[in-house]
């Protein structure tokens, strides 16, 4: 699509037909699918580049969610050749270090595992060079009321403005396009993370890297949680969780590596200490991190000229495994629809939403039943019992992934 210039008495102010606030994987999959169709979108992210931050650690993608959306973008054997062999194995125990379950992975499963940089890169990569406008922070959004420069101004961190005609939120839980269609904004979900690390665990740290396996690990009790899996690097990444008042975070200094560590650990006193060893041993930060939820069902009347996707659209906890896969298949939806109803974007919206409310609703259920199976008192049997429901191997859903 063309990008236009409409001028004022000052400073000409650029027009999009389309444009999309947000670079992650929802935004790149919308840009990617349109592309696909002959569309070229801007994406604007509030990154100073693809490099400036960390894109976080592995994740699971389901085959009719995650990997039908590759399908669409016409990246699905790009993606095979990126995951993780061995990605899909699951380990759960109790805090005594028991082991209650444990699946190899012999790459039959549906879900494989790809780091999400990998991903993040495969999707940059096939498109455009100009697509990503770096450094470009949203922090306002307003309707123009028909004042014949594009539905909506976008105001950027630097005072630059553009207009378009179609807004596109893909920027996230705390999404500044968000309150064009909705007064929702997140809630704590009653769950902290501290994210911790353990560099060349095979070679530095033997007994975590054979007690997290290779592949999903569950350690749970008590309410309380480590989740961890191994990434492509060697790496192990572990996610301390714990159900606590919001305000605990606040209470532990976290630029003191070893007071943050001790402060974590009094949650553990009586587990095993080859559990307490994955925080003990941990190298570098150690990160916190408040989970925080759309209340599930979120949606909003049609409103002209502007949608949401990922989480700006439908934030849930982690816990049905699903944040990345919802993100790329809505990006998809979004794509789809708009090419197939070229000049009429009402309609390509309406058809969209018809997709993305059902389906955001179901999921974020789901992800509510996966942090109470989780965080249960007789944890990890309620979780064993959550996955017997799924019917079956090949059916069920592992929490905290994806």
Wanted: one cysteine or more.
């Amino acid at each position: 699509m063309t990008t236009t210039t409409s001028s004022t008495s000052t400073t000409p102010t650029p027009h999009h037909p389309i444009a999309v606030v947000g670079g992650g994987l929802g935004g790149l999959m919308l840009a990617r699918v349109l592309h696909v169709h002959g569309i070229d979108v801007p994406v604007f992210d509030l990154d100073a580049s693809p490099d400036a931050r960390k894109q976080g650690g592995m994740l699971d993608i389901h085959e009719e969610s995650g990997q039908t959306a590759l399908r669409e973008a016409r990246l699905h054997e790009a993606f095979l050749a990126k995951v993780h062999p061995g990605g899909q194995a699951l380990r759960v125990l109790d805090k005594t270090g028991f082991v209650h379950r444990e699946e190899e992975d012999d790459g039959s499963g549906g879900r494989p595992e790809i780091d999400r940089g990998d991903l993040r890169d495969l999707l940059l990569t096939s498109l455009p060079e100009d697509t990503i406008r770096w450094n470009s922070k949203v922090v306002a959004c307003r309707a123009t009321d028909g004042d014949g420069q594009g539905r909506y101004e976008v105001t950027l961190a630097d005072g630059s403005a553009f207009t378009t005609d179609l807004l596109v939120g893909a920027d996230g839980a705390w999404s500044r396009v968000r309150s064009l269609v909705s007064d929702a904004v997140p809630a704590y979900t009653g769950i902290s993370f501290v994210e911790v690390d353990l560099f060349d665990a095979d070679t530095r740290h033997p007994e975590a890297a054979a007690l997290l396996g290779g592949g999903m690990f569950f350690g749970l009790g008590d309410g309380k949680a480590l989740l961890g899996h191994r990434e492509t690097d060697g790496s192990l990444h572990v996610y301390v969780a714990l159900r606590t008042d919001e305000s605990w975070l606040g209470t532990v200094d976290f630029t003191d590596t070893g007071a943050a560590k001790a402060a974590v650990l009094e949650h553990f006193a009586d587990w095993a200490p080859s559990l307490r060893g994955l925080i003990a041993e941990a190298d570098g930060p150690v990160v916190p991190r408040h989970i925080h939820a759309l209340p599930a069902g979120h949606r909003w009347a049609r409103v002209p000229g502007v949608t949401l996707l990922g989480d700006a659209a439908h934030l849930m906890s982690p816990f049905a495994g699903e944040g990345a896969n919802l993100a790329l298949i809505d990006g998809a939806d979004l794509g789809r629809c708009l090419a197939a109803h070229p000049g009429d974007t009402e309609s390509a919206l309406a058809a969209y939403e018809e997709l993305l409310f059902p389906r955001a609703e179901r999921t974020a259920l789901e992800s509510d039943e996966g942090l109470e199976a989780i965080f249960a008192p007789n944890a990890p049997q309620s979780l064993l019992d959550m996955f017997a429901g799924f019917g079956g191997p090949d059916e069920e859903e592992h929490p905290g992934q994806g």
